[in-house]
């Protein structure tokens, strides 16, 4: 059982959702990446999502471009994403990562090396964006070969087809994206979502994600009354860009225990 399927099955036990969290590698400042993925940990969650930067994200919003762009500029690279998960490896061998991106750093580094040096580094799964899951099943056979979760995105406009086709590829959980439009949007609509998440039940026996869009511990709670687990990426990154980078990692770790509180309640 993988790290991810073994945390969705103890949540399960325990009646609790998931709680995964976005960072953008190298963002604010490389040096603060990995006491960040710890800091998160600290405050509840259970899946890291860690950004690989790529100079055109183009499902992300104002806010997740601004982080690459930032890390872009201190030079990261997917070695040095890899980097941090082996470091942060070194005291946390429990709580999965999951690496989120786009084809062409995975492309450069050479797919076959990529899913190897990923696994070596500790690395539970990839969020390809601009994989489609019709084309991937070599990509995803090659992975769960090597114990990584191929995980694919589902959205509003996701047809029944679209839907099959991740169920046959897609290992460790579905992410569902909420809303038409890039990261950190727009105003969730519960009841579109829950029926949504019925439908891509009936094909997708894994756990589901809800993602884009959760801003707050109501939100995260709502949408977790429908889902297995919510994700949070633009909203902690809007948190980094107004903290002093002495006080992040500490401004992130309550950030996230609020969160955790509202989707235990």
Not at 111 to 117: L, Y
């Amino acid at each position: 059982m993988s790290r991810i399927q073994n945390t969705f099955s103890q949540l399960a036990e325990q009646k609790r959702k998931a709680l995964i969290t976005f960072i953008t590698a190298g963002d604010p400042a490389p040096e603060l990446t990995v006491p960040l993925l710890h800091a998160l940990v600290a405050g509840g969650v259970d899946i890291l999502e860690l950004g690989v930067p790529f100079s055109d994200p183009m499902a992300e919003g104002p806010v997740i471009q601004r982080a690459c762009e930032r890390a872009l500029k201190f030079g990261i690279s997917t070695h040095d994403v890899l980097g941090y998960v082996r470091e942060f490896r070194k005291t946390n061998t429990h709580t999965p990562i999951v690496l989120m991106g786009y084809a062409n750093p995975i492309e450069r580094f050479g797919v076959d090396a990529f899913i190897e040096a990923a696994s070596q580094a500790g690395v539970d799964g990839t969020i390809v964006v601009d994989y489609p899951p019709e084309e991937c099943e070599e990509f995803a056979s090659k992975m769960q070969a090597r114990g990584l979760d191929p995980i694919f995105l589902l959205a509003p406009t996701s047809t029944e087809e679209r839907i099959r086709q991740v169920a046959a590829v897609s290992s460790g959980f579905c992410y569902y994206v909420s809303l038409k439009g890039v990261t950190g949007a727009g105003h969730i609509d519960t009841a579109e979502v829950a029926e949504r998440i019925a439908a891509i039940r009936r094909h997708v026996k894994l756990p589901i994600a809800v993602g884009f869009g959760i801003r707050d511990g109501a939100t995260a709670r709502t949408v977790g009354s429908v889902a297995d687990a919510v994700v949070i990426g633009s909203r902690i990154i809007s948190e980094l860009e107004n903290t002093p980078r002495e006080q992040a990692c500490e401004a992130v770790q309550a950030f996230v225990t609020g969160i955790r509180q509202a989707l235990d309640a």
